[in-house]
């Protein structure tokens, strides 16, 4: 659909440490613009500390990370809050502002950002949080939520500015299946109709089949990527044992209903 | 030149829309205002949206509201031409979704609700600090039988960061405290040519008040505080809830250590406040020409080793108090960020109060003793 064929994301060569500790090294991948990406691997592997990478809170060891062919890990200050304005970010951990309500956090990068009347910006932060189902909460307080509801909160955040790149680091954890269920056809709905793209991290080998366009495997062993590409594929012709167990480790009942890419 | 405009014509049927360009956040912020036209005006409406050129989500709420706006006055809504691939994005936001819910109405209690709430408030927290102090006094004897079980290492660490790292402020202040007093008692005792009884009068405010008085609120506002802060996280993050369900009673896990550590501290603290305080009055009296020898020996007639006794006393006692109510306003954390910072807050204030209104008490208990006892004040 998007005439833009360059990859939206492109990490050449990274690698992450703490302290002297590498976490991740040499990694390389492409993410197309408007695909729904995923990132997998055991507990412990690294994606959280890749997708801060590529979010530009953690300076990379060595290595670049690219968005929308510019180099995000190199960039003045002037390029990197433009790039900034292209992403929308979800913690694992949801993030959200404690002494705020859960419709002023929502609403804190439109007011910073935005030129909108009042009535607008309640209007869109309204649907924001009608999308992610969580309309009846707006005025509580995070600490007031449940640990599905601040994920949906969180997620809604991420959508308030409508960013062209969005992270989400597990975002089904903590949910129950049809809410999942739901949360995935939002984002489904979301990166077809609006072209936006997702890098998601997660474990939910459902949400993988219907969600994923392309995926990577990482590995806490190797520090890098042990498989990348459809999950059918690699479902179907495992590169290596891990990813066998990864996808095999449940028994094959899932209605693998994948998208076709566009 | 706006992103996007929105034009209207008014016909016969009612009004035509003309909306066009870009419907992204600038672009709407651009058009929006056309909005309250269109609520004033009658009439049905029919949108244009042909050169529409792009639609985010923002765009699509805007659509919407243009739609609400007119359904809700009655009117029928008519929206022509819009792209195929802008139409599904209006379908991820139902007409529904972008109305605010009604804010929940915030009560405003009168006075009268305003002072019982308040007053049960402050009844509920005294009845918790006895409570509290009850639940301390059982973990303390529970440890007191079998010391094996604390963490020494652990006290031993609590005890650096309260004690000897506040040794730096404790004793600026106590050494200022000092100076202060005496360079400004100097003039009226010379009234009277008993200019060399500061000395007496510093020591006795040392011995018996300023300096466990002093180093507590120190303590209070550095250690207390800190005990408050770390322990309203733990809160925050659960980790007490984690602690309970693992069996372990947060109080003798968490406070207790803090509160012995706490309890030698203070009087240690106090020891080397009075030293400073004194000191401080000697060096003023050293310069005003006085010799040593005459000054100790002012020092040693007047003053009691029941003088420094007393402040001493006081400060272990301080020190129960000031690391208690630190922890127990740590455990009273409520969620949230900010809640930490209250309950820092509170530690303090509490802390200050219950000094001065348990110092009172002291001193009135001590000031029978010594009448009854016919000592010299
Ligand atoms: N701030 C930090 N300092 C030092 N080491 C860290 C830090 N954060 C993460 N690590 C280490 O880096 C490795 C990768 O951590 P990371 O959080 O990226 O894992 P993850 O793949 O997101 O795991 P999970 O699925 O459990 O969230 C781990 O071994 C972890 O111990
Ligand atoms: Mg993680």
Not at chain 1, 8 to 15: H, K, Q
Not at chain 2, 9 to 15: A, D, F, P, Q, V
Not at chain 2, 284 to 310: F, K, R
Not at chain 2, 364 to 370: A, D, G
Request: net charge neutral; glycine share 8%.
């Amino acid at each position: 659909m998007p005439a833009n064929r360059q990859p939206i994301i492109s990490v050449r060569d990274l690698t992450a440490q703490y302290g002297d500790r590498a976490v991740l090294e040499h990694v390389s991948f492409e993410v197309r613009r408007g695909e729904i990406f995923v990132i997998l691997g055991g507990s412990g592997c690294g994606k959280s500390t890749l997708m801060k990478c590529l979010i530009g809170l953690y300076q990379p060891a060595a290595g670049s990370v690219f968005i929308d062919g510019e180099n995000f890990s190199a960039a003045d200050a002037d390029t990197h809050a433009r790039l900034l304005r292209k992403i929308g970010v979800m913690y694992q951990s949801g993030a959200l502002f404690g002494s705020m309500t859960v419709q002023e956090n929502v609403r804190l990068p439109l007011d910073e950002y935005t030129a909108l009347p009042v009535a607008a910006k309640r209007a869109v932060v309204a649907s924001k949080l009608a999308l992610v189902g969580l309309r009846d909460a707006s005025f509580k307080l995070p600490a007031e939520l449940s640990g599905g509801m601040i994920k949906r909160a969180a997620i809604a955040r991420a959508l308030a500015l409508n960013p062209a790149i969005v992270f989400l680091d597990e975002p089904s954890a903590g949910l129950d299946p049809v809410t999942s269920a739901d949360l995935d056809q939002t984002i489904i709905g979301l990166s077809r109709d609006l072209g936006v793209t997702f890098v998601i991290v997660t474990h939910e080998l459902a949400s993988i089949y219907t969600l994923a366009d392309r995926c990577i495997m990482l590995d806490a062993a190797t520090k890098g990527i042990i498989a990348s590409g459809r999950p059918a594929d690699l479902r179907d012709r495992p590169p290596n044992d891990l990813v066998k167990s990864f996808f095999h480790r449940q028994p094959l009942t899932t209605q693998p209903g994948l998208r076709q890419p566009s | 030149m706006p992103a996007a405009t929105a034009s209207i014509i008014s016909e016969s049927r009612g009004l035509v829309v003309n909306v066009t360009g870009v419907l992204t956040a600038d672009g709407v912020a651009a058009v929006w205002p056309v909005l309250d036209k269109i609520a004033a005006a009658a009439g049905d409406v029919l949108v244009r949206a042909g050169e529409v050129t792009a639609c985010d989500s923002t765009g699509a709420v805007f659509l919407r509201e243009l739609e609400r706006v007119t359904v809700s006055g009655g009117r029928r809504f008519q929206l022509d031409g819009l792209r195929a691939e802008f139409a599904r994005t209006l379908e991820l936001f139902p007409l529904d979704a972008i109305v605010p819910p009604p804010p929940t109405p915030r009560r405003q209690p009168g006075l009268i609700v305003t002072v019982g709430e308040k007053t049960c408030e402050i009844v509920a927290d005294l009845r918790n600090q006895v409570v509290f102090l009850g639940q301390l006094t059982v973990a303390l004897w529970q440890v007191l039988r079998r010391p094996r079980q604390l963490h020494w290492k652990k006290i031993l660490q609590i005890f650096h960061t309260a004690a000897v790292d506040g040794l730096p402020i404790v004793g600026l202040i106590s050494l200022l405290t000092g100076l202060i007093i005496s360079s400004q008692s100097v003039g009226p005792l010379r009234a009277y040519g008993a200019d060399i009884h500061v000395i007496y009068l510093v020591a006795l405010i040392m011995f018996r008040e300023l300096g466990p008085i002093m180093t507590a609120i120190l303590v209070a506002g550095r250690t207390g505080s800190a005990f408050a802060a770390e322990i309203g996280t733990m809160k925050v993050n659960e980790e007490l809830d984690a602690l309970k369900t693992m069996g372990l009673d947060p109080v003798r896990f968490l406070v207790v250590e803090r509160v012995i550590a706490g309890c030698w501290a203070l009087p240690l603290l106090t020891v080397y406040a009075m030293l400073l305080g004194v000191g401080a009055s000697f060096i003023v009296m050293l310069s005003g020409g006085y010799s040593l020898p005459a000054l100790y020996a002012e020092l040693t007639d007047y003053c009691t080793v029941s003088d420094v006794v007393e402040g001493l006393l006081k400060a272990c006692f301080f020190g129960v108090l000031v690391t208690g109510v630190g922890c127990l306003r740590g455990i009273q954390t409520r969620a949230g960020a900010a809640a930490v910072g209250a309950a820092t807050t509170r530690a303090v204030v509490s802390s200050i109060v219950l000094i001065i209104a348990s110092d009172c008490v002291f001193t009135l208990i001590s000031t029978t003793l010594r009448d009854a006892a016919s000592l010299p004040f």
